[in-house]
């Protein structure tokens, strides 16, 4: 048997492994997420095979997945570590986004699933950004320090053919585990020399893949951007004032911008541009 803590925020949970196989598994999954953390675990999925080789997850008992997919127990085990470790969160503000780091800057892409954080936040880190997270950020209470869930990038089958061109000969690496819906890309595969850092946010983007437009950069003004950040924050329900107080005071300290785009052309000179300038 094997157990291993992961620990984000101010939640700890415990995942149980009984094979080799799947305590690889485990570790490939999280290996950016620390073991140590603020408080016990206050909840145990384990994962176990029957005697037919099924793949079981549960979570205190309670069944989540069974079958014989390795990939399909990897993305149920990934979305229910998620959901549990954002569940009890209440020390911080906890944004469904991506981060990535430049010169020892830190920017976060809050979004909403298909706004292209993930397939931009590959082209970033292929082109000298340092990858974080593609999922969720934390910041402690009157803190720009961010802690980034350390996840493999999870990308969509519909940006496959950009992954694909991104990744060059890496692209059928063994590592990349291809789930139902997405498949799950270290980051290393696509630039080697990425750096795992928790660097204070200098910048906010909200970006948004629009094939039909053009590109635009809209410089938000601190309400509006307090009202984007409130549609991502993904545990309002545990803080004061639903995290409404909280989450303003962070867009009045740090600059966002809107950022809609149908292509990387001038993305890469727009945010390294303005963060430069900072």
């Given at each position: 048997?094997?157990?291993?803590?992961?620990s984000?925020?101010d939640?700890?949970?415990e995942?149980?492994?009984?094979?080799n196989?799947t305590?690889?598994?485990?570790?490939?999954?999280f290996?950016?997420?620390?073991?140590?953390?603020?408080?016990p675990?206050?909840?145990c999925?384990?994962?176990?095979q029957?005697g037919d080789?099924?793949?079981?997850?549960?979570?205190?008992?309670?069944?989540?997945?069974?079958g014989?997919?390795?990939?399909?127990?990897?993305?149920?085990?990934?979305n229910?570590s998620?959901?549990?470790l954002?569940?009890?969160?209440?020390?911080g503000?906890?944004f469904?986004?991506a981060?990535?780091?430049?010169?020892g800057?830190?920017?976060i892409?809050?979004?909403?699933s298909?706004?292209?954080?993930?397939t931009?936040?590959?082209?970033?880190l292929?082109?000298?950004?340092?990858?974080?997270?593609?999922?969720l950020?934390?910041l402690p209470?009157?803190?720009?320090?961010?802690?980034?869930f350390?996840?493999?990038?999870?990308?969509?089958?519909?940006?496959?053919?950009?992954i694909?061109?991104?990744?060059?000969?890496?692209?059928g690496?063994?590592?990349?585990v291809?789930?139902?819906?997405?498949?799950?890309?270290?980051?290393?595969?696509?630039?080697?020399?990425?750096?795992?850092?928790?660097?204070?946010?200098?910048?906010?983007?909200f970006?948004?893949y629009?094939?039909?437009t053009?590109?635009?950069?809209?410089?938000l003004?601190?309400?509006?951007?307090?009202?984007?950040?409130?549609?991502?924050?993904v545990?309002a329900?545990?803080?004061?004032?639903?995290?409404?107080?909280a989450?303003?005071?962070?867009?009045?300290?740090?600059?966002a911008?809107?950022?809609?785009?149908?292509?990387?052309?001038?993305?890469?000179?727009?945010?390294?541009?303005?963060?430069d300038e900072?």
């Open positions: 048997m094997q157990v291993r803590v992961l984000f925020g939640s700890s949970i995942i149980v492994t009984h094979s196989e305590g690889d598994l485990v570790e490939m999954l290996k950016g997420v620390p073991e140590q953390g603020m408080n675990p206050h909840a999925l384990e994962i176990s029957d080789r099924d793949y079981r997850l549960t979570r205190d008992e309670k069944e989540i997945y069974k014989d997919s390795l990939a399909a127990l990897a993305n149920s085990l990934m229910t998620i959901y549990n954002a569940d009890k969160c209440s020390s503000l906890l469904h986004a981060c990535l780091g430049w010169k800057k830190g920017i892409m809050p979004a909403q298909g706004h292209g954080k993930t931009l936040s590959a082209w970033l292929s082109n000298g950004f340092d990858y974080l997270t593609d999922e950020v934390y209470l009157e803190s720009r320090q961010v802690m980034c350390g996840r493999p990038l999870n990308v969509k089958y519909g940006a496959s053919e950009i694909d061109d991104l990744l060059g000969d890496n692209k690496d063994e590592s990349i291809a789930g139902p819906i997405a498949m799950l890309v270290p980051p290393h595969l696509l630039r080697a020399g990425n750096k795992t850092t928790e660097p204070e946010v200098d910048m906010i983007f970006p948004h629009r094939a039909d053009e590109f635009s950069l809209e410089k003004s601190a309400a509006q951007t307090g009202m984007a950040l409130m549609s991502c924050l545990n329900r545990n803080l004061a004032g639903d995290g409404f107080p989450t303003v005071g962070l867009a009045r300290k740090v600059p911008y809107r950022m809609t785009y149908p292509s990387f052309e001038g993305v890469l000179g727009a945010i390294t541009g303005l963060l900072t």
